[in-house]
């Protein structure tokens, strides 16, 4: 048996951030007929900063929140744990597709990111939330000079505050590997926190500020009602004035939504707590979130009690883009994941993972969250954030919430808001489309970061895969 693969022996298949004997007890199911001023859809982020916001702006308002399982159980609590400024999944997707607006993105971003910083202090959200920063890194001789040329390209745009280029030395000091080659280490943007601690914690302030919330509770259907909407769920229902649907990866009660998400699974490992000369070994002092550069990439991070998170690389699409709980587990993915990690840290041979889990994110054609409203305007949805909702998903809650107030904001006057992807083609182009891009993202990778003729149509498209 081969070193990285016994350090799988007993991992187990569940997320690490939800085994946790501190996990809530769920609200009771919805029973009975509800009515409300505004019904809230989705128990992760996105529908419990929604609500949590709706408060904030409006004590007396009838706030009622339905979940079909419990709050925090899909990607809000298997996710890595790193909390973005970023609205459009990094600088790089931002720039590219709103340049005249990122110095704005950018601006709210920060907002955005400070909120949610105030908020775990205002609500002692016990989710150990710590503002590490995240540095990333080249791990070949390409991607270092395209970090370098990327840093120059920010200092000509007037976006490089905060934000260090590292060459070798430099950026094996913060944390060291053999094979990092360069980075960029961004100071101030990115906070590390435990995600499904920070979702039970939202949901315990939306309780105590008034929000009815009701758990394994699937909304079913959703459809008008005189001037008010109705959901139906399996033992009663819900008549409100308004509805916000912050359901992502899982089908969108507005049907014609649905075509501009796809799921995409993603994989993660977490290792035992290091010891103090195995932690010494890293030289990771400073506690940064990191992630490489290459286009199939990896994340990787320190927990609260020093055990090393090794997320990402594989995102794996299910042909005709099904949530089922099967796909959740990937040993295939697990060997592989392990095999780069001791690549990556072999001063750390003999530590051994306790977890191994995945989950389904939803991704849209842009890669970071588009917004709308249907039924004239009574319902609200955002969606899209491919794998960059910890942060953003407060920032689309705020869009929702003043979607649904008819209210011309700085938010709502954005492209990024105002405009929606492209949809994905119908099956079996969709998957032979996705299948094709993986493919030429891996070949990139292999032959100096050169992108096919496929990556580059995609790219004058407006559909380019980075990451």
Known sequence: MTPWAKSLSEAQPVSYWLDDLRKPHPEPALTTGETCDLLVVGGGYSGLWTALLAKERDPQRDVVLVEAREAGWAASGRNGG????????????????????????????????????????????????????????????????ELRDWYGELERHGLADGIEYLDADAVRKQVDSPTFLAGLHDRHGVALLNPARLAWGLKRACVELGVRVYEHTPALALKAHGADMAV????????ARHVALGTNVFPNLVRRVRSYTVPVYDYAL????????????????????????????????????????????????????RVRAEY???????SKLARHFF????????????????????????????FGTAHQGRVAYAAGY??????????????????????HTERTSLAMVRKKPLPFP??????????????????ADAHGGRRNLWLKTLDRLGLGFDS
């Open 82 to 145: 790193f909390c973005a400024a970023s609205l459009t999944h990094g600088l790089a997707n931002g720039l590219s597709r709103w340049p005249d607006e990122i110095h704005t993105l950018q601006e709210l971003g920060a907002r955005n990111l400070d909120a949610i910083e105030a908020t775990v202090a205002r609500y002692s959200l016990d989710c150990d939330f710590e503002r590490s920063g995240e540095i990333d890194v080249a791990t070949e001789p390409y991607q270092a000079a």
């Open 232 to 239: 139906r769920t399996p033992y009663g229902g819900v008549r």
């Open 270 to 321: 977490m290792t035992e707590p290091l010891i103090d000369a195995q932690l010494a070994s890293l030289g990771w002092k400073n506690r940064q979130g990191l992630g490489d550069s290459a286009n199939q990439f990896h994340y990787f991070r320190l927990s609260a009690d020093n055990r090393v998170l090794w997320g990402g690389y594989d995102a794996v699409y299910p042909y005709g883009g």
């Open 328 to 334: 959740d587990d990937c040993p295939e993915t697990y």
């Open 343 to 370: 690549a990556c840290f072999p001063q750390l041979e003999g530590v051994r993972f306790t977890h191994a889990w995945g989950g389904a994110i939803d991704t849209c054609s842009r890669f970071s969250a588009f």
């Open 386 to 407: 491919t794998g960059l909702g910890v942060g953003a998903t407060r920032f689309g809650a705020d869009v929702m919430l003043d979607l649904l107030a008819g209210e």
């Open 426 to 443: 119908p099956e079996p182009f969709a998957w032979t489309g996705i299948a094709l891009t993986r493919w030429s993202l891996a070949r």
